[in-house]
């Protein structure tokens, strides 16, 4: 790997340095001989360098024979079609859908962004009924269970001998009593 990287330096060297000797040479006024491989031929000449005064005479063999260049220019409606072609368009990967419980979109396997702000707000809720009522009762210290109740709502079984928060409002639809079941929708 290390061979191959000075490679590569000494042949941008390389060229660096030929680029400069030839600027150089173009300013100066005497032109070193072109940077490209050069063919050289034994025998006699296939064509005349000299300028002639008639017209034809000083097309060489070479000239606009071998350039790389379009005959003609290519249209629009050509361009566009074969940079828009169908085998270069991307597949659209569907990965939005919408919640099952408040509508809005959000990603598959993804939390709604809309009922996560909700959850927020109801659980910020409960956290300062939570901090209200400890503080009025045990000097803010909380049992390691705490089970909390919406108006109307009964205590379970499971719930007993657990410190009990009301919350004085209806319980929303979309946050159960019991995270460990199923939401009904």
Not at 39 to 47: D, W
């Amino acid at each position: 790997m290390a061979a191959s990287m000075a490679r590569n330096v000494i042949r941008r060297l390389q060229t660096i340095i030929l680029r400069f000797e030839y600027n150089l040479g173009s300013i100066l006024g005497n032109r070193p001989p072109p940077l490209g491989p050069a063919l050289a031929v034994a025998g006699q000449p296939a064509f005349n360098n000299q300028i002639s005064s008639e017209p034809c005479d000083n097309i060489g063999l070479w000239d606009g024979f071998l350039w790389a260049v379009p005959k003609k220019r290519r249209s629009k409606e050509r361009n566009r079609t074969r940079r828009r072609a169908v085998e270069k368009k991307i597949s659209r990967v569907i990965y939005m859908t919408t919640c099952d419980t408040c509508g809005h979109p959000k990603k598959i396997n993804f939390l709604c962004g809309n009922c996560l702000t909700r959850i927020r707000e109801e659980t910020k809720l409960v956290q300062e009924q939570i901090m209200s009522q400890l503080d009025e009762t045990k000097d803010g210290i909380a049992n390691a269970e705490t089970a909390v109740l919406y108006e109307g709502e009964q205590p379970a079984q499971e719930e007993e001998g657990r410190d009990i928060i009301e919350i004085k409002k209806k319980r929303p639809s979309w946050f159960p009593r019991d995270w460990t079941k199923e939401i009904k929708h």
